[in-house]
């Protein structure tokens, strides 16, 4: 089993910057793929990046166009997201999530931290 804790979610001014933390428990986070996806009210969930086990060649969706990095820390069991120049359209609820095997299966989901932007 594998718990994932999202956290560094909040209120920002549209422009801002939020780091975005996804804490892993167990002892085989080096073992699974990770993502981040965000959820807005009435819309379907979307996918904004991912990270290898090894955290080579990160891949992220064409509409983020560089304002999102992804990132890894196997030692620390973390991986992370950080956002750039955030828009009001990117209030949603972000989750990470972890694939084991299976490329596009994602097996483990936390439970979401809200992200929030004022105009």
């Known amino acids: 089993q594998v718990q994932l804790v999202e956290s560094g979610g909040g209120l920002v001014q549209a422009g801002g910057s939020l780091r975005l933390s996804c804490a892993a428990s167990?002892?085989?986070?080096?073992?699974?793929?990770m993502g981040w996806f965000r959820q807005a009210p009435g819309k379907e969930r979307e996918f904004l990046a991912a990270?290898?086990?090894?955290?080579?060649?990160?891949s992220y969706a064409d509409s983020m166009k560089g304002r999102f990095t992804i990132s890894r820390d196997n030692a620390k069991n973390t991986v992370t997201l950080q956002m750039n120049n955030l828009k009001p359209e990117d209030m949603a609820v972000y989750y990470c999530?972890?694939?084991?095997?299976?490329?596009?299966?994602?097996?483990?989901w936390g439970q979401g931290t809200q992200v929030t932007v004022s105009s």
């Open positions: 167990g002892r085989t986070f080096s073992n699974y793929a």
């Open positions: 999530a972890a694939s084991y095997l299976v490329r596009g299966t994602w097996d483990y």
């Open positions: 990270i290898g086990r090894s955290g080579v060649n990160p």
